[in-house]
């Protein structure tokens, strides 16, 4: 590597006189027990005053021996990695440079302690408040301007290790997650340690998918802490504006112009095969941590927007899913939660076409009609038990769902022909069986399904309504001591992962949908009751929006609105 024209890593060390005796002298004193000049020499390099020619002039001397320097100078070699070398003129920069690559390369067991100093510099530098005896200090105070030259050494620094240590992605890993910074600071911390993060995958790509895996499980620990009550909403702003900022992160991973090495969308043109790469890892993760976290508010749109460049991802996504659903060997959770991702994604995917939104839903509608035969042929009556039939009632939920959103986009390409598709998925016999989906899915889904299945007469849903209304029937959840209790207004704990949320970087003037919202009710037909959308890749509102203009269940998340009496 080479700084101003010279290769630093091979330039021998200039000599030096120091008063008192050199580097060499003192580690020899050491070693016959005289700690004297050793301990000097930790209190001079711990000099919060020191110089730049008296740094360079150290690192020089510790080049020359850096072969005596062995576990027992540890102490030593810490106090060496806390130098305040960033932010130093070039010199210092290129010293300390040369020093890292000689220390790892002849002390491999300094490895880790070089590699977590590198990366503890991966956030702003903390400014120190405090205010009556509390400290408050966080990054947000740092306005340094060099900041992204300081992270360029960094990276630098990594790339020199890298250089002498091969398998340092071993080791850098664990490090990367263990000083990930709490979920409690500061929105620019979070945002400074994901773009250096993403940033490492460049010129290490292997660990992409550990670094992939880290990025999201932290985002999900901050989506799962923000508070959902209205007394905490300053609180929960803060939590999701956090979260925005590491999936703006991903993102930006995705279409960065900067990073052509690392973006699958670079100058308009889609790198297919760094794109697959991307796809594969996200997929593993999702399986490993986002499917099964409930409710998770942000993570999961990485997957939509990967998906919106290209059609056959978002049909491999939609088989990944269906084989999950599918297979009774998955847990009933995971089973329902997959079908509640294909059926978000069939409804608010409108870059998906309709022939795969046909696809899907025939599939899900012929599993349903064989769950009816097997029931049917038992003999016995079967109640609405959503522990024992919830992968039924989450596959009902997921077409019903598609269909409120797609249907329009089926009959406009064949009005005829259309009709006769929706009245061919047999709907009449699914809303009318004896596990009565209409009593257990979520009743803002229901009223849209039983809204738009009688304007086209496919299935009468109405009566069932109101039967389900008049008898009060009770839905019940299994307990482990194998009896029953019944459940709430949401039996199913519904989650739409695909409901539109708008980042503000990417949707700025999102106050649109406000203003449409108090426009939806002078509406008369229901079918007109979706919102425009500032990106053509999403159907439909945002749940905050539906929250605001028609007031759910709190257990109903991101649920759409009881629109209809």
């Known amino acids: 590597m080479e700084i101003d024209g010279r290769d630093f890593l091979n330039t021998p060390p200039t000599k030096t006189v120091r008063f008192g005796g050199s580097v060499v002298a003192t580690l020899a ?10 301990e000097l020499l930790k209190h001079q390099l711990s000099d919060p005053d020191i110089k730049d020619g008296q740094i360079i002039n150290w690192l020089q001397e510790f080049r020359s021996c850096v ?63 405090c205010e009556g005896g509390v400290d408050i200090s966080d990054s947000d105070d740092d306005e340094d301007e060099n900041l992204a030259r300081t992270f360029g050494h960094c990276h630098q620094a990594l790339q020199v290790i890298l250089r002498y240590v091969p398998s340092t992605s071993h ?27 993403l940033r490492v995958t460049v010129y290490i790509p292997t660990i992409q998918r550990d670094v992939l895996e880290i990025v999201i499980g932290k985002m999900l620990k901050i989506d799962v802490s923000a508070p959902r009550a209205s007394i905490e909403e300053a609180e929960e702003r803060s939590m999701q504006h956090r979260s925005e900022l590491t999936e703006e992160g991903l993102f930006d991973m995705v279409t960065s112009p900067t990073r052509p090495s690392a973006a699958v969308l670079s100058v308009g043109a889609l790198d297919v095969e760094r794109t697959k790469e991307l796809f594969r890892d996200l997929l593993s993760i999702f399986d490993k941590l986002i499917l099964p976290t409930h409710a998770s508010c942000h993570v999961q749109y990485i997957l939509f927007y990967l998906c919106s460049f290209r059609v056959a991802l978002a049909e491999a996504f939609l088989e990944h899913l269906w084989k999950v659903f599918q297979n009774p060997s998955f847990a009933p959770v995971l089973r329902q939660a997959a079908a509640g991702y294909i059926g978000s994604l069939l409804a608010r995917a409108s870059f998906l076409p309709v022939v795969t939104v046909r696809a899907c839903v025939d599939l899900l509608v012929q599993w349903i009609h064989g769950y009816i035969d097997s029931l049917d042929a038992g ?13 039924f009632y989450t596959a009902c939920q997921a077409v019903f769902y598609a269909l409120i959103f797609r249907h329009r986009a089926i009959l406009e390409v064949n009005m005829k022909k259309g009709l006769a598709y929706l009245q061919g998925l047999n709907l009449e016999r699914v809303v009318m069986c004896q596990l009565n989906p209409l009593n257990v899915c979520l009743p803002a889904v229901i009223n849209l ?47 739409f992962p695909f409901d539109p949320y708008l980042l503000k970087r ?26 425009p959308h500032s990106d053509p890749r999403i159907m439909g509102m945002t749940p905050g929006s539906y929250d605001r203009a028609f007031p759910c269940s709190p257990c109903s998340v991101g649920s759409p609105p009881v629109g209809f009496p």
């Open 29 to 38: 004193k050491y070693k016959q027990g005289d700690l004297q000049q050793y």
């Open 67 to 129: 072969t005596l320097l062995g576990k027992d100078h540890e102490h030593l070699i810490h106090t060496i990695l806390r130098l305040p070398w960033l932010g130093r003129s070039p010199a210092v920069i290129e010293e300390y440079l040369a020093f890292l690559g000689n220390l790892v390369s002849a002390q491999t067991v300094f490895l880790c302690a070089c590699l977590k100093m590198v990366v503890s510099h991966f956030i702003p530098k903390r400014v120190k408040i």
């Open 171 to 197: 080791f850098l890993v664990p490090i990367l997650n263990e000083k990930f910074p709490f979920v409690q600071k500061s929105s620019r911390t979070l945002e400074c340690y994901v773009h250096n993060l």
């Open 379 to 391: 003999g016995r009556q079967a109640c609405c038990d959503v522990t024992l039939h919830g992968p």
């Open 449 to 495: 399904f039983a809204a738009f299945t009688r304007k086209y007469q496919v299935a009468f849903c109405y009566t069932v309504i109101e039967k389900n209304n008049r008898q009060m029937l009770p839905v019940v959840r299994s307990s482990n001591a194998g009896g029953s209790v019944a459940t709430n207004t949401n039996p199913l704990d519904s989650f």
């Open 506 to 531: 990417y949707c700025p003037n999102a106050e649109h949908v406000d203003v449409y919202i108090r426009s939806m009710d002078e509406e008369d037909d229901f079918l007109n009751k979706e919102t």
